[in-house]
């Protein structure tokens, strides 16, 4: 059974920066394309950043040069560096693997950040 855990959302003025962490149960993160998607209120669910087994990576044109996306194997975890946070950040972030093994695609449940002043 494949299990998404995201955590590290929190409410941030602008500018500030937050960083997400997703844990993997159940598949391997260095051997899978991870994502991270969000959802702003009212708005449909758009990719944020993706990262290869081979660890290339690919961001949105709203978050390239201000995000990073990383993953630590040793923990099974993917992590998302946000700094010089916007309003529009503001939104529940998504982590997603699609399992070839499954053939099906694997959500957690999200991690809220709020940027406001």
């Known amino acids: 059974q494949v299990q998404l855990g995201e955590s590290g959302g929190e409410l941030v003025q602008p500018g500030g920066s937050v960083r997400l962490s997703c844990v993997a149960s159940?598949?391997?993160?260095?051997?899978?394309?991870m994502r991270w998607y969000r959802q702003a209120p009212g708005k449909e669910r758009e990719l944020v950043a993706s990262i290869t087994s081979a660890g290339v990576t690919n961001y949105a044109d709203s978050v390239k040069g201000r995000s990073t996306i990383s993953r630590d194997n040793t923990k099974n975890t993917v992590y998302l560096q946000m700094n010089s946070l916007k309003f529009e950040d503001t939104a529940i972030y998504y982590c997603?693997?699609?399992?070839?093994?499954?053939?099906?695609?694997?959500w957690g449940q999200g991690t809220q950040v709020t940027v406001s002043s």
């Open positions: 997603n693997v699609y399992s070839e093994i499954w053939n099906r695609s694997y």
């Open positions: 159940g598949i391997i993160v260095s051997t899978n394309t």
